[in-house]
């Protein structure tokens, strides 16, 4: 199987006159189709990880690639449309567009790459909701949708372009154990079903164990990688 | 682009009081600006109207010894070609006399014309209020301050004494109110043929004209002297004899562009700022935009066009606001009279412009907010929450 995700020397130092050096040295690969997490103290440096993988953040050093293609010198309209195609992000809070409806946000990927909405991309939508159990508030404005609502269209809406991989930054931080099941299900899902490949940053030692890969992150390095057996 | 438009609209619209707001003020802008500038070309038009409106623009006359143009036929005929911008044109004799009432005498100034020529200038029928216009030689109309000291009737006969001592009785068949206390009082208005032989000029002493661009008339007076043929003719138009006027009604104009511009910056400041308000407003959405994926310029756009549709409504608003101003004002600011105390001119051109100016202003005015927009990175909003 082929590195989806590769992260190579990279140190992430923050400020300028007063330097914070949060990343070490990090040497990582993801393959395709796996579901990995990654779990870590607060302030380990999880979340400055995953946003560099996710291009959203830039290395001090170091080299990134997705999909075997370096990105870290890419401009930033190359790394939009990177953004926009072969990766989902779902955030700790929903962030979902507050003015739109929960379909209107789920087909928002779509329409940033392709205005005009085609039938099937119409209706893939609605599976995705259905998927997700949203089919009944679609049409909803985010602000009139309960936390876990949110969270799951947010889910929804990071598969509308059919990415090749998903960062989750704590996608279930602030949900009950039962919706977290739920959302965890739904993730394992999409996983077995679109050969998505996931990468989630949790807390939550149980949802760890069921995944396929646990990569422990401290002060900035890689300080434990386990894999289950059956799936490598 | 579409999706920029998109979005920009549905942001409008969920913020419907603050849109309500901005559109409020910059149509309140605009309002203020048809408005002054409105009052001001009224203002000046009316001041024109009645300085120069019912005289003569472009004036030939002789610098000869006698003062008369001799040949005048061809000289009304060479002004009268000489450019597409003269309206009205008549020959005319002038000269002083004097009439005798009561125990008093009065100067006046005997004016002849062309009759119907000289009407087309200075109005006389419109103005007329006693009476009707002289039909035949010797007969003549004054003005009412006249006829009032002199105690003059319609069909009473007065007698002209002249410098030559010599005295000549008309017979007054109409009494006119031009508004001017200088021609009421001393005109007493004729054909040339009356005032010729009153006066014993042979010619006539000037060519006056009107022209359709009051403020071209100088320009208009030298195509005139350029084609006129006569010796010793000299032409001047109303500009230069009333350059104290000219320079009033320019600062005029001036401080009234003045007004406009600081309402025009006070509008442009207005929306950048709320524009700029409402980007940290939106930051959130616009880091989630961007980590989905759109691109700078489109999330730029985002605010341009809402700029764009803000100062459109805020337009249409202020075009409506400005001219129900326009309207209560001629309405309810009466004089006596019933005539406005100002009279408004209405200038379709110069009310589209305000509007344009205002569109205008108000992309400007979104272009420092869609520079926030294009730097903003979504990282920010993503750590932040
Ligand atoms: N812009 C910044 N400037 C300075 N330091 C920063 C900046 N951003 C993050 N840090 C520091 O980097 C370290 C790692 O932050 P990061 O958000 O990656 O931690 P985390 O592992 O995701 O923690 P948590 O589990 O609480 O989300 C923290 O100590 C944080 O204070
Ligand atoms: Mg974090």
């Known amino acids: 199987m082929g590195n989806i995700v590769e992260l190579k020397n990279i140190n992430k130092i923050f400020g300028e006159k007063i330097q914070t050096q949060v990343l070490f040295d990090i040497n990582i690969a993801f393959e395709e189709n796996t579901f990995n997490s990654i779990i870590g103290e607060s302030g380990s440096g999880k979340s400055t990880m995953l946003n560099i993988m996710g291009t959203l953040d830039k290395p001090t050093s170091g080299e990134v690639y997705i999909g075997g293609k370096r990105t870290d010198t890419l401009n930033k309209e190359d790394l939009a449309v990177l ?8 955030f700790q809070f929903h962030y979902l567009l507050p003015e739109f409806t929960a379909k209107e946000n789920v087909l928002m990927p779509y329409r940033i790459k392709n205005y005009k909405v085609p039938k099937e991309i119409d209706q893939w939508a609605d599976e995705l909701l259905n998927f997700v159990g949203l089919s009944k508030v679609a049409n909803n404005k985010a602000t009139n949708m309960s936390g876990g609502q949110q969270q799951r269209a947010a889910i929804a809406r990071a598969l509308i372009n059919k990415p090749r991989i998903i960062l989750a930054d704590e996608p279930t931080g602030n949900l009950d154990s039962e919706t977290t099941e739920n959302v965890y299900s739904i993730l394992r899902n999409i996983n077995a079903d679109f ?36 799936k490598y | 682009m579409r999706l920029a438009f998109s979005i920009a609209l549905r942001f409008l619209k969920s913020g419907k009081g603050q849109t309500i707001l901005i559109a409020l003020g910059i149509s309140v802008g605009v309002a203020v600006q048809i408005f002054i500038g409105s009052l001001i070309q009224g203002l000046q038009i009316s001041l024109i109207n009645t300085t120069i409106g019912s005289s003569s623009h472009i004036t030939i006359t002789s610098e000869n010894d006698s003062k008369t143009i001799k040949n005048w036929e061809r000289t009304m005929y060479e002004s009268a070609i000489s450019s597409p911008n003269i309206t009205y044109i008549s020959p005319s004799i002038d000269g002083p006399a004097s009439i005798n009432y009561d125990n008093e005498s009065a100067s006046v100034l005997i004016r002849g014309f062309l009759l119907e020529d000289g009407d087309k200038i200075y109005k006389f029928k419109d103005n007329l209020y006693e009476g009707r216009f002289p039909a035949k030689t010797g007969e003549a109309m004054i003005g009412k301050d006249l006829a009032i000291k002199s105690n003059t009737r319609v069909d009473d006969d007065i007698s002209l004494i002249t410098t030559s001592g010599r005295v000549y009785r008309i017979k007054i068949t109409g009494l006119f109110d031009l508004g001017v206390s200088s021609v009421n009082d001393s005109w007493i208005v004729t054909d040339l043929e009356t005032a010729g032989d009153i006066l014993s000029i042979d010619g006539i002493s000037s060519v006056e004209m009107q022209v359709d661009e009051v403020f071209a008339a100088d320009s208009i007076a030298k195509d005139v002297q350029y084609t006129v043929s006569g010796e010793d003719l000299k032409v001047d138009n109303w500009k230069d004899l009333n350059a104290s006027l000219l320079s009033g009604l320019n600062g005029q104009s001036v401080s009234s562009y003045m007004i406009q511009v600081f309402v025009l910056v006070s509008v442009l400041l207005g929306i950048s700022s709320v524009l700029a308000i409402s980007v940290v407003q939106r930051s959130k959405q616009i880091g989630i935009l961007k980590a989905m994926g759109i691109k700078d310029k489109d999330a730029s756009l985002i605010f341009v066009f809402q700029g764009l549709m803000l100062g459109v409504l805020g337009a249409i608003l202020g075009v409506g606001l400005g001219i129900g101003l326009l309207k209560m004002f001629t309405t309810f600011a009466l004089n006596p009279d019933g005539k406005p105390v100002v009279p408004i001119y209405l200038n379709g051109g110069f009310v589209g412009l305000s509007g344009l100016f205002a569109v205008l202003t108000s992309s400007i005015a979104s272009l420092i907010p869609a520079r926030i927009t294009s730097r903003l990175n979504p990282i920010e909003v993503i750590k932040n929450g």
């Open chain 1, 83 to 90: 953004r926009n195609q072969i990766i989902g992000f779902i």
């Open chain 1, 195 to 230: 050969n998505t490949t996931f990468i989630i940053i949790t807390h939550d030692q149980r949802i760890a164990e069921k995944t396929d890969r646990i990569v422990e992150v401290k002060d900035g390095k890689i300080n434990l990688d386990v894999r289950k057996a059956e």
